[in-house]
């Protein structure tokens, strides 16, 4: 089969149920854009495909920024997956530094393909290439992005979507929805604030301000009995007050599909459509909460696999974050809004009702807070999800905390670089008890499995492989150390986890 003949086997999987918004192209509107399996490479490694990292100049609204890319787009473009089908992905290095890539939330098989260099590779240095060889096991929502210095923050991130043997979601359109924050080439670089914030050492950052009360408003808990959804909500009202830090740097630009809200990403739907939205927090350094204005969400979906469904108004999203809801058009249009916590600014992006005149508001017009806030202690696990085998559990405690004077963020009081690896048998229970030391939230994500948040639950947790603790608040987290191979555990604050906020684990 020539390389035209497969390439048209896989657009031919593309139905009605599989139009997808471009994550980056153009003006953002519908397109069937993105990678897929057949386009073949030149190379000294043949691969189904291929992806270049490289500096590139990209348009932000009025402005032209340098950054880094994946292949000259930002996001970089769509990769669409089959579950349970190999693939060869091959990285051709074209930057001036080294890089890597994680496939964000899979749980690969293959230790190698893990993307983080010093544990499972090499960093892949300018000029060379490396194959990432692995076989999608679960379907879902996931994301890719490099795992080296500060490269997320920069323009190195893209969707990716494993679509599943058998889709038993019913839905007429999707759309694709990464949310970002973004400072490259607008007030600097990641790296240059990295070494400020390193120059400044460790202020007092978030949490309740001396003398503060969280405020009433806006939002309010799906459960008001559910005492750990209802302080997640307390602390994005806090936040949103300016009571709570929600990072450590302050962005001049928000983003959705890599358009800033001067000039927003587009979403086009018909009325009476079920229209599935795959939301992404790309983010380094922001947890978000976003809704549709005036439109209901059916959640289904946490980081790519099924949970109980559950209809909110907003949902909050720490950075690594994915969630997938199910939005019925029969309203008017709208905007899609993220509200960064603790930061000025907003992402939008526009959801327009094709063939109708009434449009959505301004992107900068005064934003309507809707009232129900869906925190992932809110979620409950789907049936069908996995049931955890009995015996013993190991329980590990793991304190969140930060330096004194310096700026440098630890795992079990020791910064990564002085951490001793975390050896796990194949098969072990583990129970992570994570007690949030510091005044500032952290979404603490793990490699290679899914792990169920207890939080107090009565009903199955959700199984995730990224959570936040609010200030001050304990966590435990159960899974099952099931995938042999070197594993990261860390804070998916970028600025976090190159300040130590990191620890590794071997499953034997």
């Given at each position: 089969?020539?390389?035209?003949?497969?390439?048209?086997?896989?657009?031919?999987?593309?139905?009605?149920?599989?139009?997808?918004?471009?994550?980056?192209?153009?003006?953002?509107?519908?397109?069937?854009?993105?990678y897929?399996?057949?386009?073949?490479?030149?190379?000294?490694?043949?691969?189904?495909?291929?992806?270049?990292?490289?500096?590139?100049?990209?348009?932000?609204g009025?402005r032209?920024?340098?950054?880094?890319?994946?292949?000259?787009?930002?996001?970089?473009?769509?990769?669409?997956?089959?579950?349970?089908?190999?693939?060869?992905?091959?990285?051709?290095?074209?930057?001036?530094?080294?890089?890597?890539i994680?496939?964000?939330?899979?749980?690969?098989?293959?230790?190698?393909?893990?993307?983080v260099?010093?544990?499972?590779?090499?960093?892949?240095?300018?000029?060379?290439?490396?194959?990432?060889?692995?076989?999608?096991?679960?379907?879902?929502?996931?994301?890719?992005?490099?795992?080296?210095?500060?490269?997320?923050?920069?323009?190195?991130?893209?969707?990716?979507?494993?679509?599943?043997?058998?889709?038993?979601?019913?839905?007429?359109?999707?759309?694709?929805?990464?949310?970002?924050?973004?400072?490259?080439?607008?007030?600097?670089?990641?790296?240059?604030?990295?070494?400020?914030?390193?120059?400044?050492?460790?202020?007092?950052?978030?949490?309740?301000?001396?003398?503060?009360?969280?405020?009433?408003?806006?939002?309010?808990?799906?459960?008001?009995?559910?005492?750990?959804?209802?302080?997640?909500?307390?602390?994005?009202?806090?936040?949103?007050?300016?009571?709570?830090?929600?990072?450590?740097?302050?962005?001049?630009?928000?983003?959705?599909?890599?358009?800033?809200?001067?000039?927003?990403?587009?979403?086009?739907?018909?009325?009476g459509?079920?229209?599935r939205?795959?939301l992404?927090?790309?983010?380094?350094?922001?947890?978000?909460?976003?809704?549709?204005?005036?439109?209901?969400?059916?959640?289904?979906?946490?980081?790519?696999?099924?949970?109980?469904?559950?209809?909110?108004?907003?949902?909050?999203?720490?950075?690594?974050?994915?969630?997938?809801?199910?939005?019925?058009?029969?309203?008017?249009?709208?905007?899609?809004?993220?509200?960064?916590l603790?930061?000025?600014?907003?992402a939008?992006?526009?959801?327009?009702?094709?063939?109708?005149?009434?449009?959505?508001?301004?992107?900068?017009?005064?934003?309507?807070?809707?009232?129900?806030?869906?925190?992932?202690?809110?979620?409950?696990g789907?049936?069908?999800?996995?049931?955890?085998p009995?015996?013993?559990?190991?329980?590990?405690?793991?304190?969140?905390?930060?330096?004194?004077?310096?700026?440098?963020?630890?795992?079990?009081?020791?910064?990564?670089?002085?951490?001793?690896?975390?050896?796990?048998?194949?098969?072990?229970?583990?129970?992570?008890?994570?007690?949030?030391?510091?005044?500032?939230?952290?979404?603490?994500?793990?490699h290679?499995?899914?792990?169920?948040?207890?939080?107090?639950?009565?009903?199955?947790?959700?199984?995730?492989?990224?959570?936040?603790?609010?200030?001050m608040?304990?966590l435990?987290?159960?899974?099952?150390?099931?995938?042999?191979?070197?594993?990261?555990f860390?804070?998916?604050?970028?600025?976090?986890?190159?300040?130590?906020?990191?620890?590794?684990l071997?499953?034997?």
């Amino acid at each position: 089969m020539s390389d035209q003949q497969r390439l048209a086997s896989v657009q031919g999987r593309f139905t009605r149920r599989r139009l997808l918004v471009a994550a980056g192209g153009g003006a953002g509107t519908l397109a069937l854009g993105g990678y897929a399996l057949g386009r073949v490479a030149a190379g000294p490694e043949p691969a189904d495909l291929v992806l270049r990292p490289r500096p590139a100049e990209v348009e932000l609204g009025r402005r032209h920024v340098s950054t880094w890319t994946y292949d000259g787009r930002l996001p970089g473009r769509e990769i669409r997956l089959r579950q349970g089908r190999p693939v060869r992905i091959r990285v051709d290095n074209a930057l001036t530094e080294p890089t890597s890539i994680h496939w964000h939330g899979v749980r690969l098989r293959n230790n190698a393909a893990d993307g983080v260099p010093g544990l499972t590779q090499d960093a892949v240095e300018p000029g060379e290439s490396y194959l990432y060889e692995f076989t999608p096991p679960d379907a879902g929502t996931f994301f890719f992005h490099s795992h080296f210095g500060m490269q997320l923050d920069r323009g190195l991130y893209a969707p990716l979507i494993v679509e599943p043997r058998h889709e038993e979601l019913d839905y007429d359109r999707e759309a694709v929805v990464l949310v970002d924050d973004w400072l490259d080439g607008v007030s600097g670089t990641p790296e240059a604030r990295l070494d400020a914030l390193r120059r400044e050492g460790m202020a007092m950052h978030g949490g309740m301000r001396m003398g503060a009360r969280p405020p009433s408003g806006p939002f309010a808990p799906l459960d008001p009995s559910n005492r750990l959804a209802s302080r997640h909500v307390a602390m994005t009202n806090a936040a949103l007050a300016g009571q709570v830090d929600g990072g450590d740097v302050e962005y001049p630009l928000h983003l959705i599909n890599g358009r800033p809200p001067e000039a927003p990403a587009q979403i086009d739907v018909r009325r009476g459509e079920r229209v599935r939205l795959r939301l992404v927090n790309s983010g380094a350094d922001t947890i978000y909460a976003v809704f549709v204005e005036d439109h209901e969400l059916r959640v289904t979906h946490a980081d790519g696999l099924p949970v109980r469904q559950v209809t909110t108004d907003a949902v909050l999203m720490g950075m690594g974050e994915r969630l997938d809801v199910l939005l019925d058009a029969r309203r008017d249009s709208a905007r899609l809004v993220a509200v960064p916590l603790g930061k000025a600014g907003r992402a939008v992006a526009s959801l327009r009702y094709a063939g109708e005149r009434r449009r959505a508001p301004a992107p900068a017009a005064r934003v309507r807070i809707p009232r129900r806030l869906l925190t992932h202690a809110d979620l409950v696990g789907a049936q069908e999800s996995e049931a955890e085998p009995p015996g013993d559990v190991r329980a590990v405690p793991l304190d969140l905390s930060m330096g004194m004077g310096a700026y440098q963020w630890t795992i079990g009081a020791r910064p990564f670089a002085h951490a001793e690896m975390l050896k796990l048998d194949r098969g072990e229970r583990v129970r992570f008890v994570l007690r949030n030391r510091t005044m500032m939230p952290h979404p603490m994500h793990l490699h290679g499995h899914s792990f169920r948040p207890l939080a107090g639950r009565t009903a199955t947790p959700p199984l995730k492989d990224t959570v936040v603790l609010a200030p001050m608040e304990e966590l435990s987290v159960e899974w099952v150390a099931d995938n042999p191979g070197r594993w990261a555990f860390h804070c998916h604050n970028a600025y976090h986890q190159e300040a130590g906020m990191m620890r590794h684990l071997e499953v034997s």
